[in-house]
């Protein structure tokens, strides 16, 4: 309890005089066996987690010679920059230039799409709302699964003149990652009492202004969560970006990594300087957004 | 509240999006799949032919078994653990909950086939570090991916390992939402940390726990990579599962016919999941 | 494409409108080409398909080659879908499992009528062997290919010289085996600490196993005349039990060896972990260049008794172009330079490749007599003598992921080879719907 953090300190104002602080001592006994066996299981999924990224790391820094000695040592090798230039020569950067756009790009049409949505499922009745709103949810799967419909989607896509184009991918991943937005971004709006909207309509708003500045400036947390886990869902896919552009100027970042583990061999030392390079823009937006996450998805998701 | 059309304004360019996206390729994929699919291009119109051969192969039962328990333990542990961790992470600190956070995201930040190339270097390969450090410790060979039940059992474990920093972020802003001092007084009248967990805590995460298990059920029901890289399906059939079986046949053996019939009738499946959990978990739209 | 020739041909006529501004101005063709190597890349044939891009292009100021890096695995599959779309590159690279199927759809366009039929008797004669004939249907050539993979038996030549082992004494099964029992050494805690002979069974990444040159070598087909499944024949069964020996009767190969892909038996070798390996000539280089150039060796697989070796798997990729292409008079002369003399000797010196023409090695001299480099006579010597090709009148993808199956069947369930056979068999001929 000792690290309660200021923020929810604050915003709970717990009462804070003598009597409670045997109830805080009790609460305090019954979790700590719980807490500790969570601790011990948290330090194996720490190891887990973090060997295979810290081998990763060092194998990224690895000559040809020292890639496969036996046994494996940790540290033991000479460190060399020799495969992150070879990532970057290969035209790693420009890949990854592009995937920043169509990341960004599909961040901003999906938030832009999903809030209006959003907004029109949880405060106005239509026809068929409530069958649409599950359309949304089951359309989940759609996007999940898209791979398996690759050769037909490719046909698809090639017929109506969709594929090979700057938008063609920002378009297949807004649609995937929309219906998730949409599912989080109600919640939030949900969250936000309508005695607001009606007093914004009181004083003569319409509903498009009540959406502009009353729901959109209250549900910027939920803009940080739909948007973050949309940057990692783009960001990270690697089926569509694969076939769906051929240009080498359109190529996203995934395939570039996957060049790696080509047919004449997976080559980790490229391999895992690549993928470290991905995984920078990845922590850098949680860094920046992993605050906002907590609380956008906070507003968002808690009352059905 | 609004006008009875108003509200579908809003919708229409979200719908025209997912219409052109998702929904009309998979009316698409179903015209495909009406024919014979000759070198990738449809040939003669066979109506549910593709279908019907499916229902020839003696071995999909056992594949589609293979999906369910697979997914149903890979769901149900992520769940677990995930929720476990959220309520740790959430009693701890900002700073300690934002760095332990952190170490829980990065197998899911990572793309799945370098993610799980690398766990299996490390973890089950025997020139990789763990097996040897176990060699080195006295311990024998180690060969999880040689029996069918380890190797099922491990293909569940990295699927967990995958996925749950999703799990866990979801479930800690669920967690964060609930306003304090209704566990606060719960706890006041005297109820027990778990009585709290249990009769506050829990019913307040419906939403994120259906959200989650929603998204795992189908993205681990849906995944090629993590057993294409990590047992290749073996040994013998034991890690095979559904979207491995579409895989095989779209691009091993160039079957498009029926391994587009086998990726719709998935779909169904998948959608009619989503609706039974939605309808099981009482949730109002 | 149509945009881009609409685009190209529109510049055309800006061209003809200004009267003809000059050589700078001629319309340049724009062919595009389809493969898994990325020209910006650095690994050594990515090198030499940028090298002989740009010597082609400074020789044909008029044509530019663009580069679409494709994933391997799926390129031919969508190479197809592309056909029927009408999308497909001017240029393409089709992998052996799916060379049947691109000739048969038609996308692949007749290399006779753009450039083989100008071609002297020696020129023609400069390519003979299997890998022309598997591409040549009645007559017609629809495809040249660039990379030609060998697979047989990869080996440690520091650790035969250091047991005393000539490998040219490894002469039959038998003595392979006897080789790999003497090559398996064991620490002092009673582990193996390296194998003698070592393939993986994963169906992922699967090469063609030992049991196929073992089987064919004996005389035997593995697949009948209507393309069904003949795996199941005394000669395959011979060998399924030959290759499951290695591990569970002779110990020359580790159990782990049933979930192990293509790759992760090299990382073995690369690690000391294996004397001999079943191996690919194309990763030679590679190997190479991780353990030193003097270490790693190519041999020919053993005789059958029949015949003096027996013939290894051969695979690789074709390279032709597209039926419909708007410039396949530019895309053919581009193929025919990146697999003519001039390129073929960039493949080999700078890409590591064995060479496509028969002249290439005598022009290259002392190459292929440099410490390391003596492989490409073993592929040479193989791939005229001692190679198997699939067949491509019918589809046959997925037959090494089935028979790999089949073994691990026999490993881990103790399935009985005949039946474990008998069962691949039944699978192959379900999903090829014969």
Same mark, same amino acid.
């Given at each position: 309890?000792?690290?309660?953090?200021?923020?929810?300190?604050?915003?709970?104002? *717990?009462?804070?005089?003598?009597?409670?602080?045997?109830?805080?001592?009790?609460?305090?006994?019954?979790?700590?066996?719980?807490?500790?066996?969570?601790?011990?299981?948290?330090?194996?999924?720490?190891?887990?987690?973090?060997?295979?990224?810290?081998?990763?790391?060092?194998?990224?820094?690895?000559?040809?010679? @020292?890639?496969?000695?036996?046994?494996?040592?940790?540290?033991?090798?000479?460190?060399?920059?020799?495969?992150?230039?070879?990532?970057?020569?290969?035209?790693?950067?420009?890949?990854?230039?592009?995937?920043?756009?169509?990341?960004?790009?599909?961040?901003?049409?999906?938030?832009?799409?999903?809030?209006?949505?959003?907004?029109?499922?949880?405060?106005?009745?239509?026809?068929?709302?409530?069958?649409?709103?599950?359309?949304?949810?089951?359309?989940?799967?759609?996007?999940?699964?898209?791979?398996?419909?690759?050769?037909?989607?490719?046909?698809?896509?090639?017929?109506?003149?969709?594929?090979?184009?700057?938008?063609?991918?920002?378009?297949?991943?807004?649609?995937?990652?929309?219906?998730?937005?949409?599912?989080?971004?109600?919640?939030?709006?949900?969250?936000?009492?309508?005695?607001?909207?009606?007093?914004?309509?009181?004083?003569?708003?319409?509903?498009?202004?009540?959406?502009?500045?009353?729901?959109?400036?209250?549900?910027?947390?939920?803009?940080?969560?739909?948007?973050?886990?949309?940057?990692?869902?783009?960001?990270?896919?690697?089926?569509?970006?694969?076939?769906?552009?051929?240009?080498?100027?359109?190529?996203?970042?995934?395939?570039?990594?996957?060049?790696?583990?080509?047919?004449?061999?997976?080559?980790?030392?490229?391999?895992?300087?690549?993928?470290?390079?991905?995984?920078?823009?990845?922590?850098?937006?949680?860094?920046?957004?992993?605050?906002?996450?907590?609380?956008?998805?906070?507003?968002?998701?808690?009352?059905? | 509240?609004?006008?009875?059309?108003?509200?579908?304004?809003?919708?229409?360019?979200?719908?025209?999006?997912?219409?052109?996206?998702?929904?009309?390729?998979?009316?698409?994929?179903?015209?495909?799949?009406?024919? *014979?699919?000759?070198?990738?291009?449809?040939? @003669?119109?066979?109506?549910?032919?593709?279908?019907?051969?499916?229902?020839?192969?003696?071995?999909?039962?056992?594949?589609?078994?293979?999906?369910?328990?697979?997914?149903?333990?890979?769901?149900?542990?992520?769940?677990?653990?995930?929720?476990?961790?959220?309520?740790?992470?959430?009693?701890?600190?900002?700073?300690?909950?934002?760095?332990?956070?952190?170490?829980?995201?990065?197998?899911?930040?990572?793309?799945?086939?370098?993610?799980?190339?690398?766990?299996?270097?490390?973890?089950?390969?025997?020139?990789?570090?763990?097996?040897?450090?176990?060699?080195?410790?006295?311990?024998?060979?180690?060969?999880?991916?040689?029996?069918?039940?380890?190797?099922?059992?491990?293909?569940?474990?990295?699927?967990?390992?995958?996925?749950?920093?999703?799990?866990?972020?979801?479930?800690?802003?669920?967690?964060?939402?609930?306003?304090?001092?209704?566990?606060?007084?719960?706890?006041?009248?005297?109820?027990?940390?778990?009585?709290?967990?249990?009769?506050?805590?829990?019913?307040?995460?419906?939403?994120?726990?259906?959200?989650?298990?929603?998204?795992?059920?189908?993205?681990?029901?849906?995944?090629?990579?993590?057993?294409?890289?990590?047992?290749?399906?073996?040994?013998?059939?034991?890690?095979?599962?559904?979207?491995?079986?579409?895989?095989?046949?779209?691009?091993?053996?160039?079957?498009?016919?029926?391994?587009?019939?086998?990726?719709?009738?998935?779909?169904?499946?998948?959608?009619?999941?989503?609706?039974?959990?939605? *309808?099981?978990?009482?949730?109002?739209? | 494409?149509?945009?881009?020739?609409?685009?190209?041909?529109?510049?055309?006529?800006?061209?003809?409108?200004?009267?003809?501004?000059?050589?700078?101005?001629?319309?340049?063709?724009?062919?595009?080409?389809?493969?898994?190597?990325?020209?910006?890349?650095?690994?050594?044939?990515?090198?030499?398909?940028?090298?002989?891009?740009?010597?082609?292009?400074?020789?044909?100021?008029?044509?530019?080659?663009?580069?679409?890096?494709?994933?391997?695995?799926?390129?031919?599959?969508?190479?197809?879908?592309?056909?029927?779309?009408?999308?497909?590159?001017?240029?393409?690279?089709?992998?052996?499992?799916?060379?049947?199927?691109?000739?048969?759809?038609?996308?692949?366009?007749?290399?006779?009528?753009?450039?083989?039929?100008?071609?002297?008797?020696?020129?023609?004669?400069?390519?003979?062997?299997?890998?022309?004939?598997?591409?040549?249907?009645?007559?017609?050539?629809?495809?040249?290919?660039?990379?030609?993979?060998?697979?047989?038996?990869?080996?440690?030549?520091?650790?035969?010289?250091?047991?005393?082992?000539?490998?040219?004494?490894?002469?039959?099964?038998?003595?392979?085996?006897?080789?790999?029992?003497?090559?398996?050494?064991?620490?002092?805690?009673?582990?193996?600490?390296?194998?003698?002979?070592?393939?993986?069974?994963?169906?992922?990444?699967?090469?063609?196993?030992?049991?196929?040159?073992?089987?064919?070598?004996?005389?035997?087909?593995?697949?009948?005349?209507?393309?069904?499944?003949?795996?199941?024949?005394?000669?395959?069964?011979?060998?399924?039990?030959?290759?499951?020996?290695?591990?569970?009767?002779?110990?020359?190969?580790?159990?782990?060896?049933?979930?192990?892909?293509?790759?992760?038996?090299?990382?073995?070798?690369?690690?000391?972990?294996?004397?001999?390996?079943?191996?690919?000539?194309?990763?030679?280089?590679?190997?190479?260049?991780?353990?030193?150039?003097?270490?790693?060796?190519?041999?020919?697989?053993?005789?059958?008794?029949?015949?003096?070796?027996?013939?290894?798997?051969?695979?690789?990729?074709?390279?032709?172009?597209?039926?419909?292409?708007?410039?396949?008079?530019?895309?053919?002369?581009?193929?025919?330079?990146?697999?003519?003399?001039?390129?073929?000797?960039?493949?080999?010196?700078?890409?590591?490749?064995?060479?496509?023409?028969?002249?290439?090695?005598?022009?290259?001299?002392?190459?292929?007599?440099?410490?390391?480099?003596?492989?490409?006579?073993?592929?040479?010597?193989?791939?005229?003598?001692?190679?198997?090709?699939?067949?491509?009148?019918?589809?046959?993808?997925?037959?090494?992921?089935?028979?790999?199956?089949?073994?691990?069947?026999?490993?881990?369930?103790?399935?009985?080879?005949?039946?474990?056979?008998?069962?691949?068999?039944?699978?192959?001929?379900?999903?090829?719907?014969?």
């Amino acid at each position: 309890m000792e690290d309660l953090t200021p923020m929810t300190a604050t915003k709970t104002a *717990r009462p804070t005089t003598v009597p409670f602080v045997p109830i805080a001592d009790r609460r305090r006994m019954l979790p700590s066996v719980w807490g500790l066996m969570i601790a011990a299981a948290f330090a194996v999924l720490a190891i887990l987690n973090l060997l295979p990224l810290v081998w990763g790391i060092l194998t990224s820094f690895k000559g040809a010679q @020292d890639l496969f000695r036996f046994p494996p040592t940790l540290f033991d090798f000479t460190p060399t920059l020799e495969n992150y230039q070879r990532v970057i020569d290969s035209g790693f950067l420009g890949n990854m230039k592009m995937s920043l756009f169509y990341s960004a790009t599909t961040v901003m049409a999906t938030l832009a799409l999903a809030l209006p949505a959003a907004y029109a499922f949880d405060r106005f009745n239509f026809p068929l709302r409530g069958p649409l709103f599950l359309l949304v949810v089951a359309s989940i799967p759609l996007s999940l699964g898209a791979a398996a419909l690759l050769i037909p989607n490719y046909l698809y896509f090639t017929r109506l003149g969709l594929t090979n184009a700057w938008f063609t991918l920002p378009l297949i991943y807004t649609a995937h990652q929309l219906p998730m937005a949409i599912w989080i971004m109600k919640g939030t709006i949900e969250g936000i009492p309508r005695e607001l909207d009606e007093a914004a309509v009181a004083d003569g708003a319409s509903h498009f202004e009540v959406l502009r500045y009353v729901i959109l400036p209250l549900s910027k947390p939920a803009f940080g969560a739909a948007g973050v886990l949309t940057f990692v869902g783009s960001w990270n896919e690697f089926v569509a970006g694969s076939v769906m552009v051929d240009s080498p100027a359109l190529r996203p970042i995934q395939p570039a990594i996957y060049n790696f583990i080509g047919f004449f061999g997976r080559e980790w030392g490229p391999l895992t300087a690549s993928a470290t390079l991905a995984i920078l823009p990845i922590l850098i937006a949680f860094a920046l957004l992993g605050r906002l996450i907590v609380s956008g998805l906070t507003k968002g998701s808690v009352k059905g | 509240m609004y006008s009875r059309h108003a509200g579908l304004t809003y919708i229409v360019p979200a719908f025209a999006l997912l219409g052109l996206v998702l929904f009309s390729p998979v009316f698409y994929g179903f015209w495909f799949s009406l024919f *014979r699919i000759q070198y990738g291009a449809p040939t @003669d119109f066979i109506g549910l032919g593709n279908f019907l051969r499916l229902l020839d192969d003696p071995a999909l039962g056992g594949t589609l078994t293979r999906s369910t328990v697979f997914t149903f333990f890979a769901v149900a542990l992520t769940v677990a653990i995930a929720l476990a961790l959220a309520v740790w992470i959430h009693k701890l600190g900002e700073r300690r909950g934002f760095a332990v956070q952190m170490i829980v995201i990065v197998p899911w930040i990572i793309s799945t086939v370098v993610a799980t190339l690398l766990f299996r270097w490390v973890f089950v390969n025997d020139i990789g570090l763990a097996l040897s450090l176990a060699r080195w410790a006295g311990f024998g060979d180690i060969r999880l991916l040689n029996d069918p039940t380890s190797a099922m059992a491990l293909l569940i474990g990295v699927s967990v390992w995958k996925r749950i920093g999703y799990a866990v972020i979801i479930l800690l802003a669920g967690l964060k939402s609930i306003p304090e001092d209704l566990e606060e007084a719960a706890r006041i009248d005297g109820a027990t940390g778990w009585q709290v967990f249990r009769r506050i805590t829990l019913p307040l995460l419906k939403t994120p726990l259906l959200l989650v298990t929603i998204v795992l059920t189908l993205s681990n029901l849906n995944t090629v990579e993590t057993p294409l890289v990590l047992t290749g399906g073996g040994p013998g059939n034991a890690t095979r599962i559904l979207p491995m079986e579409i895989f095989d046949r779209a691009f091993v053996a160039y079957d498009l016919g029926s391994a587009t019939a086998l990726a719709l009738v998935m779909f169904i499946g998948n959608i009619l999941l989503v609706l039974a959990y939605v *309808r099981l978990a009482k949730w109002k739209t | 494409m149509l945009r881009r020739f609409g685009l190209s041909a529109a510049l055309a006529c800006a061209v003809a409108a200004l009267g003809g501004a000059g050589p700078a101005l001629a319309q340049e063709t724009t062919v595009r080409m389809w493969t898994f190597l990325n020209p910006t890349g650095t690994s050594p044939r990515e090198v030499a398909l940028a090298k002989i891009i740009d010597n082609f292009e400074a020789a044909n100021p008029d044509i530019d080659i663009v580069v679409e890096p494709q994933a391997w695995d799926q390129m031919t599959p969508k190479f197809l879908a592309a056909h029927t779309s009408g999308t497909a590159p001017d240029v393409i690279w089709v992998v052996t499992d799916f060379l049947g199927d691109a000739i048969n759809s038609g996308s692949l366009a007749s290399l006779n009528d753009l450039f083989v039929k100008d071609w002297s008797e020696d020129q023609v004669a400069d390519r003979a062997g299997p890998y022309w004939d598997l591409t040549n249907v009645d007559g017609t050539q629809h495809a040249l290919f660039t990379s030609r993979n060998y697979i047989a038996i990869m080996y440690r030549k520091d650790l035969f010289a250091e047991a005393g082992i000539d490998p040219a004494t490894i002469t039959t099964w038998d003595k392979l085996v006897e080789v790999a029992k003497k090559l398996t050494v064991k620490d002092s805690a009673g582990q193996v600490s390296r194998y003698g002979f070592v393939q993986g069974f994963s169906e992922n990444q699967a090469d063609p196993p030992l049991m196929i040159p073992y089987l064919v070598g004996k005389g035997a087909e593995l697949f009948s005349e209507d393309g069904k499944a003949n795996f199941a024949s005394p000669e395959g069964v011979d060998g399924l039990t030959l290759q499951t020996d290695l591990i569970t009767r002779h110990g020359v190969m580790p159990e782990s060896a049933v979930s192990w892909t293509v790759d992760d038996v090299y990382e073995q070798f690369a690690s000391d972990r294996a004397a001999m390996i079943l191996g690919a000539s194309v990763r030679v280089s590679t190997l190479q260049s991780q353990l030193g150039k003097d270490k790693v060796g190519l041999m020919l697989w053993p005789g059958s008794g029949q015949q003096e070796h027996s013939p290894a798997v051969m695979a690789g990729w074709a390279v032709g172009v597209w039926s419909k292409s708007q410039v396949a008079e530019q895309a053919g002369e581009f193929v025919e330079y990146m697999l003519g003399p001039d390129g073929d000797k960039a493949w080999v010196e700078i890409g590591g490749q064995s060479p496509g023409l028969g002249s290439t090695l005598d022009h290259l001299g002392d190459f292929a007599n440099q410490p390391g480099n003596e492989y490409l006579r073993v592929v040479s010597t193989g791939s005229a003598k001692h190679g198997w090709l699939a067949p491509i009148e019918y589809s046959i993808g997925g037959y090494r992921q089935i028979l790999n199956k089949a073994a691990q069947n026999v490993v881990v369930n103790g399935a009985d080879p005949k039946q474990a056979l008998e069962e691949a068999g039944a699978e192959f001929n379900r999903s090829h719907n014969r």
